[in-house]
């Protein structure tokens, strides 16, 4: 085999014409992951990651492994693929954000084969590996039609995962976390359960995308309660609507835009709430 075409583990890996990954530097993930809120057992969760990578050799001398995957789950909007931006940067590594379509072909033969070239890859280069939506690859090998098939991918991904090592750390995310193959699932040495803000978490967010915007007094007490039970993808998109709102109309931001917005946003809501009340 001539050397040109050898297959070079350090060069991002090509499927279907494409580059199997978007690769981000440290500096343009801190943009991204800028007004990120993460729960107090998620902070911590980061925080001794971050500090066990800086200690490594210590953690070498008392022969006990250093973490490097990490599996985060919960419904959508909530911050998983943010929080894969976040550690990145903390970490001052690149994130390599795999693009399913790439990854994924017609024959699953392929897609194992694709699968390993990408974890060679993050074997090579220092970076932060990150897998969303990882069900579409990891699901459990009794519960689908292609059984067998896609077992042979389950299979490369539990062998990838055994033999990661060096400097990058991989991630990985799903809002399907029940359907994921229990061997998988055991690999990761660190979990990430994400949920929709509680109180505290939507009072640091809202104060965070408020930011430096004039509101009435007691617009972030108000939406507070108003926001109860929605994403932080949802407030982000209704405080952007309230925004929108308050600039064409010459307003400061109040509680009575923000309600506006959020019927317009979630209709389904409105008819709930109205239906209660004629209960
Ligand atoms: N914890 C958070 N802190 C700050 N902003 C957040 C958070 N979670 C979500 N957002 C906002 O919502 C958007 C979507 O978040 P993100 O893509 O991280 O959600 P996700 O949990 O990965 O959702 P999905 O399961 O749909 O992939 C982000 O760009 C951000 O603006
Ligand atoms: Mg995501």
Known sequence: ????????????????????????????CSRKAKHIVLSPANKTIIEEFQAILAMKEQFEEHDVPVPNKIMMFGPPGTGKTLTAFYLAERLGLPLVLARLDTLIHAHLGETGSNVRKIFEYAKAVPCVLFLDEFDALARTRDNNDEVKEMS?????????????????????????????????????????????????????????????????????????????????????????????????????????LLQTSIGEYLPQRNERSLAEELE
């Open 1 to 28: 085999m001539s050397k040109s075409n050898r297959f070079n583990s350090s060069r991002l890996p090509t499927a279907k014409g494409m580059d199997m990954a978007t690769v981000y530097s440290p500096k343009e």
């Open 152 to 256: 042979r991918v389950v299979n490369t991904l539990l062998q990838c995962l055994d033999e990661f090592s060096g400097e990058s750390i991989f991630m990985a995310a799903t809002n399907l976390e029940t359907e994921l193959d229990h061997a998988i699932w055991r690999r990761f040495d660190t979990k990430m359960n994400y949920l929709p803000p509680d109180r505290s978490c939507r009072e640091e967010y809202i104060r965070l995308v408020v930011d430096k915007f004039e509101t009435e007094d007691v617009f972030e007490s108000r939406a507070v309660d108003l926001l109860q039970g929605c994403s932080y993808a949802d407030i982000e998109q209704i405080m952007l609507k309230a925004k929108r709102k308050a600039i064409i109309t010459g307003q400061n931001l109040t509680a009575g």
